[in-house]
């Protein structure tokens, strides 16, 4: 199928700023297993790997994407720059979100796995076929912040701080294996969910797309894997709805809501026949 392109395309020096990124961060690792690793790069590994995770699962997706709840202004800007250290901004990911949502599995969605396995886990990374405009329009409500407008211009300048500070600490293979690996684990898992839970599962609400709840990549992406969930209640904190639905990230939030940093939690009222 040929994509449609409803704005203007990337430009080809945006394009190859994110090929090589995409490229780096699954090269980097390698390169350095084969030239030597320490155990510190290991511990370096151990404190990104939850950071970037719950930046696109519970951070991006939940919070910046869907208003799931709510909380400070402060720790939503401390949110917002942590998310730039992967180098993704929440107005940009939340534009491309939203018109995932807008136009899941038609020729307009952003990542959809009808247009074909390469172009939704990888191509899409690096041009998903919309303007910087269009991104903006859909995530408008953010640009309300000047801090997180700030982020949208220069996220990039967030994320070279965070390679500069990990290279200073551990050089290239701190670098490769604290930064880098968890972060291409990270975007594996979030086009794990793209790809895989529009095409395999099981559907437990008619939506007007293919979104399917997938066990699997539940339990590898801390509960993203209940998608045809989340199409139907997109807002909602809790993603498992069913019983045996196991989802952590909302375990993360009504944590952070015992804490008193977050409120307003978003859960939807199904009824037991759904839930089961």
Not at 118 to 143: H, K, N, P, Q, T
Not at 174 to 195: D, R
């Amino acid at each position: 199928m040929t994509r449609r392109r409803p704005g203007q395309p990337r430009a080809a020096w945006e394009k190859s700023r994110a090929a090589f990124f995409v490229a780096l961060i699954h090269v980097a690792p390698i390169v350095a297993i084969v030239l030597g690793i320490q155990r510190r790069d290991w511990i370096a590994f151990a404190v990104f790997y939850p950071i970037f995770g719950l930046s696109a699962t519970l951070v991006l997706h939940r919070y910046f994407a869907h208003h799931s709840f709510a909380t400070s202004r402060t720790l939503q800007a401390v949110m917002g720059t942590m998310t730039c250290t992967m180098f993704l901004d929440p107005v940009s990911f939340v534009g491309k979100h939203r018109l995932h949502h807008r136009f899941s599995d038609t020729e307009r969605d952003v990542h959809s796995p009808t247009q074909g396995f390469w172009y939704c886990w990888f191509e899409s990374l690096v041009d998903e076929g919309y303007s910087d405009a269009e991104i903006v329009d859909a995530a408008r409500d953010l640009m309300r912040y000047p801090e997180l407008r700030w982020l949208h211009r220069h996220f990039i300048v967030v994320g070279l701080a965070a390679w500069a500070v990990v290279f200073l600490l551990g050089g290239f293979s701190m670098f490769a294996i604290g930064y880098c690996l968890p972060l291409a684990i990270v975007l594996n898992q979030a086009s794990l969910v793209n790809y895989a839970c529009h095409r395999w599962g099981y559907r437990r609400f008619t939506t007007p797309d293919q979104s399917r709840n997938n066990a699997i990549v539940a339990a590898l992406t801390l509960g993203e894997g209940w998608h045809n969930n989340h199409h139907r209640f997109p807002r909602s904190a809790r993603a498992g709805l069913g019983r045996w639905e196991i989802d952590p990230l909302y375990g993360v939030i009504r944590l952070m809501a015992a804490m008193g940093l977050a409120w307003n939690v978003v859960v939807p009222t199904i009824t037991p026949e759904q839930e089961r």
